[in-house]
């Protein structure tokens, strides 16, 4: 069996050219999503870190990054 494949870095983004992302609720049902630059974050980071980051809420609407 093989290993799961590493998450991009956020400097690996950046050495493709990108520089912004598009985040997006994990609950399908929602359609909140924000626009961010990846300036913030340092190369080693992982971009799954910001899975938890961004959170929407029904009754307090969404908590950006």
Do not use: N
Not at 3 to 12: G, L, S, V, W, Y
Not at 36 to 61: N, Y
């Amino acid at each position: 069996m093989s290993a799961r494949p590493q998450k991009i870095t956020f400097a690996e983004m950046r050495s493709s050219g990108v520089r912004g992302l598009l985040v997006y609720c994990a609950d399908y049902r929602c359609s909140h999503g924000i626009a961010i630059s990846g300036d913030r974050w340092a190369d080693d980071e992982r971009l799954v870190r910001l899975v938890p980051l961004h959170e929407v809420e029904r009754r307090q609407g969404s908590r950006p990054l």
